[in-house]
C-alpha cells in the first residue's frame, strides 16, 4: 500500500447543502504520459494544477475518491495571512528571520489567492480578522488596563516583537467589541487602553492604531476548489477518480507511479498534494494528526456582530468563527491530540455542546444551536509551517503537508514554491518550507 487511508471525516458540513460538484473525470484504463502527476483532488491539488497548468505543463491529476470529497469539504475557510503559531512562539521555534519571514509570505499569499479566484463563484468575501489573545500568549487573569501586570505584559511582547522585527510599525487593536473584554468592562476609557500599548511601543518608535482591521477573507472551500479544477481542465488537465496509486518508482528525470488496477502514468514529476492521508514515502517527522470538530448554525444576518469579521482565538484549546454569504455562523476548534475517528465520532455531541456554549457567551443575542456539525482530520506541525518541496533522494517526487490552521493559505504558497521548482527562477523562501 503507497498511502494510508482515513475516515476524514464525519457528520454533514455546511458546504454540502447545495450539493458537491460533478466534474469531468475518467477511469483509468491505460498507461498516461505527463508532464505532471498530482495525487490528490482537493484544494490544495486544484490550486496547484491551476497555477502549473497556467504555466504550461500537462498535468494529470489521481484521485482515489471523487474530486473534493475529502477535507476539502469539512474545511472552514478562513482565509487568514497570520499564521496559528504566534509569532513570538515561532521564533523560538526556528529562529527570529525565519519566523518573520514565514508571516510576511503569508501574509502576502492571500491577496495572491484573491488575485487567482477571480471570477471564480466561491463566496469570496474579503473580511478583516479579530484576534483573540486567549490563554496562549500569556497567563494574564485580567485585561484592565490600569492594572500593572497588564501593562508590564505588554512592554515586555512589544520588546519580544521589536526584537523580532526592528521595523515593525505598531498595533492594530479593537477593543470592546465581537462580545471580548476591553477596557470599558473595567470601567476605564478607550484611551486607558490605548495609552496601554502606546507607551509599550513608545521606546521603539511604534504607533498604535485604535479599532481598525487587516486583510483576510472567507470563501466557500468546495466552489472555490471547484472553480480551479475546471480551469485546469480547460487547459487540458484530467482527473482520473477513483485511482489509487500503490506503487512509485523514482528516478532522475522520470518517475512512473502505478496505480492498483496495473496501469501506470509516466510523468517528469510527482507531486502529492493528499492531504491528511499521507504517502509512506513521505517524511513525517514534525507532523501529526489530531481530531477536530466544528459546526454551523442556522441563517440569521440581522443577529450577526456588525463587521461579520473572521475572529480567532490563541487558545488551548483552540477557538475560530466567521459567518457566511447566507448569514449563518460557522465555527470550529475543540482540537485533541489524537488521530482515532471512532474516538473522534464518539464526542461529537459533547463537542458542539462545547462550541454551542462558546458560540452563545461571545454572542447572546445569536440562536447558537448547530444545524450542520462535523468532525474531521486535522493536521498540524511542530513548527506552525506546512512541509513543501523535493523529496530528499527523490528529486521528481514532491510533496505537500499544509499542516495547520492556514491550510488554504499555504497551498497557494504551495501552488508558487512548485512552480519555481519546476519551470524556474527557484523561489527564494523554498528553503523555509523544504522537507527538513
Known sequence: ?????????????????????????????????????VVGAGITGAIVADVLTQAGFTVAIAERRAPIRGSTVAST????????????????????????????????????????????????????????????????????????????????????????????????????????????????????GANVLADAVAPHGG???????????????????GGFLRRAIARGARIFAPVEITDVRPSPRQVTARARNGFAFKASALIYASGYELPRLVPRAGH???????????????????????????SDPYLYMRSTRDGRVVIGGE???????????????????????????????LDARAEFAWAGSFGDSRTGLPAIGRLRGKPSCFAVLGFGGNGITFAMIAAQLLRGYLRGPRDPDSDLFAFK
Open 1 to 37: 500500500m503507497q498511502g494510508e487511508h482515513r475516515d476524514l471525516r464525519t457528520g454533514r458540513t455546511v458546504w454540502e447543502a447545495g450539493g458537491l460538484p460533478l466534474l469531468p473525470r475518467s477511469d483509468l484504463r491505460r498507461n498516461i504520459e505527463t508532464d505532471i502527476l
Open 207 to 225: 504607533i498604535v492604531m485604535w479599532r481598525a482591521f487587516v486583510y483576510n477573507a472567507e470563501v466557500d472551500p468546495v466552489r472555490l476548489a
Open 288 to 314: 501529526r494528526i489530531v481530531s477536530t470538530w466544528a459546526m454551523a448554525t442556522t441563517p440569521q444576518p440581522d443577529r450577526l456582530w456588525s463587521s461579520r469579521c473572521l475572529i480567532w482565538e490563541a
Open 335 to 365: 482540537d485533541e491530540d489524537f488521530s482515532n475517528e471512532a474516538a473522534r465520532d464518539a464526542r461529537m455531541g459533547q463537542k458542539m455542546a462545547a462550541l454551542e456554549r462558546k458560540l452563545q457567551a461571545l454572542f447572546p443575542a
Open 77 to 192: 475557510a478562513l482565509l487568514l495571512g497570520e499564521i496559528d503559531t504566534p509569532l513570538t512562539i515561532m521564533a523560538d521555534r526556528i529562529g527570529r528571520r525565519d519566523a518573520a519571514r514565514a508571516w510576511l509570505r503569508s501574509r502576502r499569499a492571500v491577496p495572491d489567492l484573491a488575485r487567482r479566484a477571480d471570477g471564480i463563484a466561491c463566496d469570496w468575501a474579503q473580511r478583516d480578522a479579530l484576534y483573540l489573545a486567549g490563554d496562549v500568549l500569556g497567563s494574564l487573569t485580567t485585561d484592565d488596563p490600569l492594572d500593572p501586570a497588564v501593562t508590564r505584559w505588554w512592554r515586555a511582547k512589544a520588546d519580544d516583537i521589536y526584537k523580532l522585527i526592528p521595523d515593525f510599525g505598531g498595533f492594530v487593536v479593537k477593543a470592546n467589541s465581537e462580545g471580548q473584554p476591553g477596557p470599558q468592562d473595567y470601567g476605564r476609557t478607550h484611551a486607558d
